[in-house]
């Protein structure tokens, strides 16, 4: 079946630590984005990709990484530099971009926690 | 981007229909509107979208209104699965969600 996976699930960290998310896709989708969410609030945008080795800051940057080297892979890396890294982080993709009809697709999250 | 605006919660009897409105005053003739929800801890699940025309699928209808500046969402028959949060975007080259509509089907 097509979609998205992300690993780990769970991720502890010590801070001043960096950790890696992961994010495969099997869709061919073009698109690829990462997403932040705190306990009750809505996803903000993190970075998000439209072609391979292209990627482009989203609303909340900073003390993030990403890089775009295949299409179906888009790792984020939450560096040290993030001042307040627990939270559950959602990765996903689309066909594309623009005026069409976008549907994104979501993964099952990673859920970060930083002791 | 055209930004949307939602109420923070609403209540739904089971069986009845849930019907989940957006604001969207700032659209731009050619964004479409899309409704994603999610339930607890999980990854948002797409519903819906439309541009002008109302649409309807397995899962719900979506109702634009002609000057495209507001919609609804409509579940005909809410069950108590269909508690979740509904988020209303419009997307023109990045997907921007807000808090969304906590929705709450009771028995």
């Known amino acids: 079946d097509g979609g998205i996976t992300q690993s780990p699930k769970y991720l502890f960290r010590k801070e001043g630590q960096n950790v890696t998310l992961s994010c495969e896709q099997n869709?061919?989708?073009?698109?690829m984005y990462w997403y932040r969410q705190d306990p009750g609030q809505g996803l903000r945008l993190i970075y998000y990709s439209q072609i391979v080795n292209d990627f482009q800051k989203g609303d909340i940057a900073e003390g993030y990484s990403v890089s775009r080297e295949k299409k179906e892979s888009f790792p984020l890396t939450v560096t040290s530099a993030q001042k307040n890294p627990t939270a559950f982080y959602l990765c996903a993709s689309s066909i594309g971009r623009g005026a069409g009809a976008n549907v994104l697709t979501f993964g099952a999250g990673s859920r970060l926690t930083v002791l | 981007d055209a930004k949307t605006t939602q109420p923070t919660s609403m209540d739904c009897a089971e069986g009845r229909a849930a019907n989940l409105p957006c604001n969207h005053s700032t659209i731009s003739g050619n964004e479409y509107v899309y409704w994603y929800r999610q339930i607890h801890s999980q990854g948002p699940q797409y519903i819906i979208h439309?541009?002008?025309n109302n649409e309807t699928n397995e899962m719900a209808s979506l109702i634009i209104t002609e000057d495209r500046k507001s919609s609804t969402l409509i579940l005909p028959h809410a069950t108590l699965r269909d508690t979740a949060v509904y988020y209303c975007?419009?997307?023109?080259?990045?997907?921007?969600f807000g808090s969304g509509t906590k929705l709450n089907v009771k028995p």
């Open positions: 975007i419009v997307p023109f080259n990045k997907f921007y």
């Open positions: 439309g541009l002008k």
């Open positions: 869709l061919n989708h073009d698109a």
